[in-house]
């Protein structure tokens, strides 16, 4: 989706030709799809009924609200003798900017959309562009929603992901805060595998992921999370979040001053391949931990057996012992 023209913190919409707005890639998805339901000769209940979901979810998705899953794209090439027209538009779209969010987080997943290079540094949270499935379900499910909405969020993020997963994809850069992996989201099992995905991401050749360590004295850290984006057209921007909004600011002296500190600590920090090691350790831990989990369980399990059979023992009949004469 295009990104819409922004000056002096005011966002105005691209136009097209015609002097309409344009539309984003959920409503022409959704388009798509009402012109084949509606050649296939069926109403948006019938395509329900077959699929099977309600027939208000197929409503918002021809309407460009609703994000459709990729399962669902696919029933409907199969339902509506498509081709596979759908699955590949599907795949097509970075549904990340089409989920309703504030404005604010809108303007950030659109530049994400565009940027050529990015680069973050990250505290306590893996950054979302590098989140497993796992990760993000666990994370969105903190806070109160729906299985729907939480389903939704996670199949929108993973969808952001895609440009930048890619060996030609844009560069991406981050460093991260050591409390990025020992703050646990979910359970061992998840951070183990959000540890082991950081490991494969990172050996993209647009992709390199470093690590801060805590308890080392001597880092300049940037004061919270931040973001530096650049635009295809060279503008820069710095992001960063504050509890409820984000902050964008494309001052040339800000972004230099935010550059600095960020290319400073990238200096300082281990390498890649040093922080990958890192990673592999703290992995291991959450592996360890698993286990440990594990072997409690089986512990406690048999220890409730072996009271078990006690109580059976103890409240069993009672039968007189044959004591020998003397």
């Known amino acids: 989706m295009p990104l819409a023209d922004c000056h002096k913190g005011e966002c105005v919409n691209r136009r097209n030709a015609t002097g309409g707005t344009a539309a984003t890639n959920a409503a022409v998805f959704g388009e798509v799809l009402r012109h084949f339901r509606e050649a296939a000769g069926l109403t948006q209940e019938d395509l329900a009924r077959k699929i099977p979901c309600d027939r208000s ?37 970075d549904w990340y900017p089409e989920v309703a969010h504030p404005d604010w987080f809108k303007r950030r997943a659109e530049m994400d959309a565009e940027a ?28 109160p929603a729906s ?32 409390s990025c992996l020992r703050n646990g989201v979910g359970s061992a099992e998840i951070m183990r595998d959000q540890c082991a995905h950081l490991l494969r991401v990172g050996r993209h050749p647009n992709i390199r992921i470093q690590v801060a360590p805590a308890g080392v004295t001597g880092f300049i850290r940037p004061r919270g999370s931040m973001s530096l984006i650049e ?52 992995m291991e831990g959450y592996g360890h931990h698993g286990q440990a989990r594990t072997r409690r369980g089986d512990l406690d399990q048999e220890q409730l057996q072996r009271r078990q059979r006690r109580q059976l023992h103890r409240g069993g009949p009672r039968f007189p012992r044959r004591r020998p004469r003397p």
């Not at 600011?249 to 990958?276: F, G, I, K, M």
């Open 57 to 93: 979810h197929v409503a918002r998705v021809e309407r460009g609200t609703r994000v459709p899953h990729e399962t669902s794209a696919e029933k409907c090439d199969e339902l509506l003798s498509t081709g596979g027209v759908l699955k590949r538009l599907w795949g097509r779209i």
């Open 231 to 282: 635009l295809p057209d060279g503008h820069r921007w710095v992001y960063s979040e504050s509890l409820d909004r984000g902050h964008f600011n494309d001052d040339p002296a800000t972004y230099a001053r935010h550059a600095q500190t960020y290319d400073v600590l990238r200096a300082d920090a281990p390498s890649a391949c040093e922080s990958a090691a890192l990673i592999s350790d703290v």
């Open 116 to 143: 050529v290079a990015l680069r973050e540094y990250q505290e306590r949270v893996i950054p979302g562009l590098l989140q497993t499935p796992d990760y993000a379900h666990a994370l969105f499910s903190r806070r």
């Open 147 to 178: 299985m729907e909405e939480v389903g939704e969020r996670v199949r929108a993020r993973l969808s952001r992901q895609q440009r930048f997963l890619v060996d030609d994809g844009p560069l991406y850069v981050a460093v991260l805060d050591e």
